[in-house]
């Protein structure tokens, strides 16, 4: 019996729609990883690590409601972020002149910097990014969170890194606590859109070149 792997299991898992799947999902994934792995074939951090993301992501609050995600898949990704009230990520996107870009069809996969991702910069950051004068300079930040094609976090877990509008690379990694793009913990997954995907970080990410 072949073992099985650990990104099967965060596959298998973001794969879950609601906390009662969850549930059902690691319950499985456990006895699966469990009667499958063997000395020899599997180090016994790995499916550790493994298990620990599986349960903390469980716990994590849902984004939406049935009828909210039901809602969400009808808008674009614009639409979405002003009804989930992303409104820092918003007035950035205004600011950059990139609503329409952002509202086409797409599909492009976002990675969507909450209010308090934002506010975690050091302070003068965003009210600087915001003036006109540093409009360029605010577009490759926003585009380094977006990636084109329809990223589903099945998808991203199955890269090392994805290419960014913007030029740059984010890297993809785990650990015990879930799913990683860079330093910023991705804290919600598949917020199916109209042109595309939003998943919820916790740190703004900040291109390199």
Known sequence: ????????????????????????????????????????????????????????????????????????????????????????????????????????????????????????????TVENLLKPENKDQLVAVLTYHVVKGNMTAKKVLKKDSLETLQGGSIAVSTDDKGAKVNASRILKTDISCSNGVVHVIDTVLLPTK
């Open 1 to 124: 019996v072949s073992c099985v792997s650990s990104q099967s299991i965060y596959v298998n898992f973001f794969l879950a729609t609601d906390l009662h799947s969850r549930k059902q999902k690691f319950a499985k994934a456990y006895w699966q990883a469990l009667y499958t792995s063997r000395p020899g074939h599997r180090s016994l951090n790995i499916m550790r690590n493994t298990l620990l993301a599986l349960a903390a992501l469980m716990i994590a609050p849902s984004f939406a409601s049935a009828e909210e995600a039901k809602a969400a898949k009808s808008m674009n990704i614009v639409e979405t972020a002003v009804a989930a009230k992303f409104n820092t990520l918003v007035a950035a996107v205004k600011a950059g002149g990139l609503v329409d870009a952002l509202s086409g069809d797409g599909p492009l996969t976002v990675f969507a910097p909450t209010d308090e991702a934002f506010a975690k910069l050091p302070e003068g």
